[in-house]
């Protein structure tokens, strides 16, 4: 019974909801822009699932992740630096 309380109340969040619980962001289909914005704050790599992402999307999927800007076609001069701000010194990217 515990269940199915459960699963009616997964059936009711959002999107948005369910990713900042840890849904992965690939299995929405046709995502508005606050899903993929809710998605690249949680985990930055998403970014590679998102069509044309937004500049703020891009920038704030590195800053989440500097790895994420593997992801990122022709990045910014600043998200290039935000990448080296990263705690972690093998952050590599296209373009470096």
Do not use: H, S
């Not at 600043?78 to 373009?95: H, R």
């Amino acid at each position: 019974m515990a269940f199915f309380k459960y699963k009616k109340r997964i059936e009711d969040m959002t999107p948005v909801e369910l990713i900042q619980r840890g849904w992965p962001f690939n299995i929405f289909k046709n995502p508005t822009e606050e899903t993929k914005l809710a998605a690249v704050k949680v985990d930055g790599c998403a970014i590679q699932y998102i069509e044309n992402p937004t500049e703020e999307m891009k920038l704030l999927a590195i800053k989440e992740n500097g790895y994420a800007i593997r992801y990122i076609k022709n990045p910014t001069e600043e998200m290039k630096q935000e990448a080296d701000k990263q705690e972690d010194p093998l952050c590599f990217y296209k373009g470096k």
